[in-house]
Nanobody
Framework: QVQLVETGGGWVQPGDSLRLSCSASGRSFSRYVVGWFRQAPGKEREFVAAIARNGQHTYYADSVKDRFTVSRDSAKITVYLQMNSLRPEDTATYYC???????????????????WGPGTQVTVSS
């Protein structure tokens, strides 16, 4: 029912920045928790960041805290992930996920989200 699309991935050098976008055409994220997850080759899918339904509360993995920022543009129906000071270990496929019924304790659990985008590749290499 909800179709998500991520954009903004690419190749950058260490220390550079990227901004990822997650959008659901024709829908608002006002009723949804939106999470960002990433998966590198040979590794488990891991939590990156999430934004609550009201857009005022955000949550981050320790590995990206103080470098990444998640925000919501309600007017443009888009959730952003601003990634600064990128490191090679940030290289992964990044996924946007959304769910309308999550409680706080589920925000970091990828299995709790019902809707997913196809992912966008982020490569950080010198």
């Amino acid at each position: 029912q909800v179709q998500l699309v991520e954009t903004g991935g690419g190749w950058v050098q260490p220390g550079d920045s990227l901004r990822l976008s997650c959008s659901a055409s024709g829908r608002s994220f006002s009723r949804y928790v939106v999470g960002w997850f990433r998966q590198a080759p040979g590794k488990e899918r891991e939590f990156v960041a999430a934004i609550a339904r009201n857009g005022q509360h955000t949550y981050y993995a320790d590995s990206v805290k103080d470098r990444f920022t998640v925000s919501r543009d309600s007017a443009k129906i888009t959730v952003y992930l601003q990634m600064n000071s990128l490191r090679p270990e940030d290289t992964a496929t990044y996924y946007c996920a959304a769910d309308s019924s999550l409680i706080l304790s589920d925000y970091r659990r990828h299995m709790a989200y019902d809707y997913w985008g196809p992912g966008t590749q982020v490569t950080v290499s010198s």
